[in-house]
């Protein structure tokens, strides 16, 4: 150590808060085995730091000196607890007298620590809506409100779920650990499934006043990349691709306005080549291992898209077929809704309706206004007015998103119709 100005130092412990904070988290919750005594500890050697590192200097290892730190507190802390509940005294005592070898921190260790607490974030007995907050909150770093506003939910629900996870995770004994090989298939897609929720909700929001969430998109891929570094698997690839890949065209998704641009109408100079460079690398990596599911093809088709330098060149024969590997795959009315899609394309509207229509006459997607969207869509390409018009109200009741509310209107209006 050396000394060092207050303001140097608090520069520094800015930049490892930033850069560390969740590594640290990760690895106090491994020792102290709970969340909230971590987090706790974290703040409290956070707040230690700031009153040392200006008087003895910066140390070498800021993050090892975080954890160590860290560690201290959470042992005081559980002693002061021991005086009304003596069972705590032993918890203290043991976290004392085990013995951190320094090797422990390195960055491997540091690493398969951030793993454990994604897996315990997406752990399948906790509700998903749950899992999703957790992770935010406890892999990302977001606070309460910024979930709360992200989601559109209010800050004490939230925290709710939050608390309610954390009990249950420590009440039902759920291991902090990554699965093991066996079990591993299962619960990477319950993390894979949480990871794409996030961007999902990011890359088009479920409701509010804006087409995206940014920051949400930016935080799912920055765990992808996160979950591939630390787990080379080819769906771990696979989504990450299709998140890259449809991110790539955010520039292009909306008006200076805020207004929706559809696929067929965007400006494909501006999509991120970079992106998609990168996107493409990834599909090809998972397609060559042959151990590639869902979300690879579905990046697969996002590539093809990505390919075509204008919308007339998309080979809408090899995406159905896609479509088609993906429906055996993964089974799902959206993905056939989808692939309908894609059928109108490449057949013609009156052949994709017809498969939107055995969609929606089975009761499916009945209260998913793309679905609705979509057939009024093909039927106003049919010149079918009135049956457009009605479809087109249909989505408009249950749409919650206010550009994709104006676009529906937009289409109303130019079918002769008023909301």
């Not at 520069?11 to 987090?39: C, H, K, Q």
């Not at 479509?323 to 692939?339: G, M």
Request: glycine share 6%; charged share 30%.
């Amino acid at each position: 150590m050396h000394e060092t100005s207050s303001e140097a130092a608090r520069d520094a412990l800015e930049t490892v808060y930033r850069s560390e904070s969740r590594r640290v988290l990760a690895t106090l919750i491994r020792l102290v085995g709970d969340f909230d005594l971590a987090e706790e500890a974290m703040h409290e050697a956070v707040m230690a730091a700031m009153e040392q590192w200006p008087r003895d200097g910066v140390p070498a290892n800021p993050r090892a000196w975080l954890v160590s730190a860290g560690r201290f507190k959470a042992i005081d802390r559980l002693r002061r607890r021991a005086r009304f509940d003596a069972s705590l005294e032993e918890a203290a005592e043991k976290l004392q007298t085990e013995a951190l070898d320094p090797a422990q921190w390195d960055d491997r260790h540091i690493e398969d620590d951030r793993l454990r607490l994604i897996f315990t974030c997406c752990h399948p007995a906790l509700p998903q809506d749950a899992q999703i907050a957790l992770t935010l909150r406890e892999v990302c770093g977001l606070t309460t409100e910024e979930i709360a506003r992200a989601f559109l939910t209010g800050a004490p629900t939230i925290a709710k779920r939050i608390v309610r996870a954390k009990a249950k995770i420590r009440d039902a004994g759920i291991p902090y650990e990554v699965p093991s090989r066996s079990e591993l298939p299962e619960r990477l897609d319950s993390v894979l499934q949480v990871v794409y929720l996030i961007f999902t909700e990011g890359y088009s929001a479920s409701a509010g006043a804006s087409l995206t969430r940014t920051d949400l998109s930016e935080e799912a891929i920055r765990l992808g990349r996160l979950l591939l570094t630390l787990l080379s698997e080819p769906e771990v690839m696979g989504l990450l691709a299709l998140m890259l890949l449809q991110d790539s065209r955010r520039a292009s998704r909306a008006s200076a306005d805020g207004e929706v641009i559809l696929l067929e109408e965007q400006d494909r100079s501006l999509w991120n080549r970079a992106l998609i460079e990168e996107g493409g690398r990834l599909v090809e990596q998972a397609l060559a291992s042959k151990r590639f599911g869902p979300y690879t093809l579905q990046a697969t088709i996002a590539a093809m898209h990505a390919e075509a330098r204008e919308a007339s060149a998309t080979d809408w024969v090899q995406i159905v077929g896609i479509y088609d590997v993906l429906l055996r795959a993964n089974p799902s009315p959206v993905v056939e809704l989808n692939r309908a899609v894609a059928v109108a394309m490449r057949d013609g509207a009156a052949e994709g309706l017809e498969l939107i229509e055995g969609i929606l006459g089975r009761g499916e997607l009945r209260d998913y206004y793309l679905a609705h969207a979509a057939r009024a869509d093909l039927l106003r390409r049919l010149g079918k007015r009135e049956e457009s018009a009605a479809s087109y109200r249909r989505a408009l009741e249950l749409a919650k998103q206010e550009p994709s509310r104006r676009f529906l209107m937009r289409r109303l209006g130019e079918l002769g119709e008023s909301e």
